[in-house]
């Protein structure tokens, strides 16, 4: 048997034209099979970007959002009753809107503004340079440095704004671990000063959020919020809501899906081409084996190895040029998104094992209806 793969192997790389095709192909399918899929996994990642830098367990918001933009402010009384419910910890209220900040040359750029709880900070973020506490300063603001960090100039401690006609200082700069998927910049400030600064409605808590006294607690707390009229999710499962709602309520799942078929019907029938070409050109080579004695399953184990060989060197290649791509797009495109996950790397290699199969469905047939006498006589 192995003497068998031997030759199969042989085969397959003396013939270098051909196989260099046939890994040009699968390493362009899996290419872009991964690079879509990547791009998909970071868009989701983003959308989310609120859930995860605020890093609060339980959140409570109106039934009807979606997604953390579409914010649908809760009367004050829900906050007082959440806090009265068994089980919470404590519960803090989360601003959050947009406002237009005038940089010192004039020019207007939206941000997202992220009041927190006057009393606990809670869901704060990481500070780079200056102190938190300083947030409690007059018309402080504190500036997350991502990669929409240059649209406000890439601003500095003491430098002033105005945002919808109020004084903005930068009190500090802080990272976050996801960035925001709609390419503007975040403030963070304190509650009371984003009510004030930025116009609302009547009611102005985007969500409450909460700590629970253990986890065994969270599912008494959904069930009371439910009772008198909202919504309460985990962290985790705000999270999955948010990815359903682009995958499956925005156009951005669909067209991702459709290209990555298209990049797998490339590569399918690049490889099945060339492959089933590289078959006939040996077939005179295959009905020798058989010849002198080669089974049929030895040589559909053949075609299977080679389809296979071929098919996982272009993975390693297809993944690789994919990472460097993605790497260097993070380094040097700032609103470039993109995460290679397991799952993006689960579902190329399960695409790139069915082009081996199916690439070696019809060579198989090819060498099985193969006769040695009709070789010979030729």
């Known amino acids: 048997m192995r003497g068998i793969l031997k030759i199969a192997l042989k085969l397959l790389v003396n013939d270098r034209g051909k196989f260099a095709a046939l890994i040009v192909g699968i390493t362009f399918a899996i290419f872009l099979i991964v690079q879509l899929t990547s791009i998909f996994s970071g868009i989701l990642a983003k959308a989310s970007s609120t859930v995860i830098n605020t890093g609060?367990?339980?959140w409570v918001m109106d039934?009807?959002?979606q997604n953390p933009l579409n914010t649908i402010p809760l009367p004050d009384y829900v906050l007082d009753a959440v806090r009265s419910?068994?089980?919470?910890?404590?519960?803090?209220?989360?601003y959050s809107g947009v406002g237009l900040v005038k940089l010192k040359n004039g020019v207007y750029q939206p941000a997202t503004v992220l009041g927190l709880d006057d009393t606990s900070l809670i869901g704060r973020p990481d500070m780079i340079e200056g102190r938190m506490e300083d947030i409690f300063a007059d018309n402080a603001f504190i500036?997350?440095?991502d990669q929409e960090y240059a649209k406000l100039d890439s601003p500095s401690l003491g430098t002033t704004f105005e945002i919808n006609d109020h004084r903005g200082v930068v009190v500090g700069i802080a990272r976050v671990p996801v960035g925001n998927l709609f390419g503007i910049p975040t403030l963070y400030t304190t509650y009371s000063r984003a009510v004030q600064y930025l116009p609302n409605a009547r009611f102005t808590i985007g969500y409450v959020l909460v700590k629970p006294k253990s986890e065994a607690a969270i599912p008494a707390i959904i069930k009371d919020v439910a009772n008198i009229g909202y919504m309460a999710m985990?962290?985790?499962q705000f999270e999955i809501k948010v990815s359903n709602y682009?995958?499956?309520q925005t156009g951005v799942g669909t067209n991702i899906l459709f290209m990555t078929v298209i990049g797998f019907l490339v590569g399918l029938s690049i490889s099945g081409?060339?492959?089933?070409?590289?078959?006939?050109?040996?077939?005179?080579?295959?009905g020798a084996l058989k010849a002198i004695g080669a089974k049929n399953s030895e040589l559909v184990l053949m075609i299977l190895f080679q389809a296979t060989f071929a098919s996982v060197v272009g993975y390693g290649l297809g993944v690789g040029m994919s990472s460097l791509l993605i790497a260097a797009g993070k380094r040097f495109v700032p609103n470039y998104t993109a995460d290679i996950d397991y799952w993006n790397l689960a579902l190329a290699f399960v695409l790139v094992l069915l082009i081996a199969a199916?690439?070696?469905?019809i060579a198989v047939k090819k060498v099985i209806r193969v006769q040695p006498f009709e070789i010979f006589r030729g």
């Open 63 to 65: 039934p009807s959002v």
């Open 234 to 236: 985990t962290d985790r």
């Open 358 to 361: 199916l690439s070696s469905l």
């Open 56 to 58: 609060a367990r339980v």
């Open 273 to 286: 081409q060339t492959f089933y070409t590289f078959v006939l050109e040996n077939l005179e080579k295959f």
């Open 246 to 248: 682009y995958k499956y």
């Open 143 to 145: 500036v997350v440095k």
């Open 85 to 94: 419910m068994n089980g919470v910890k404590y519960a803090v209220p989360l």
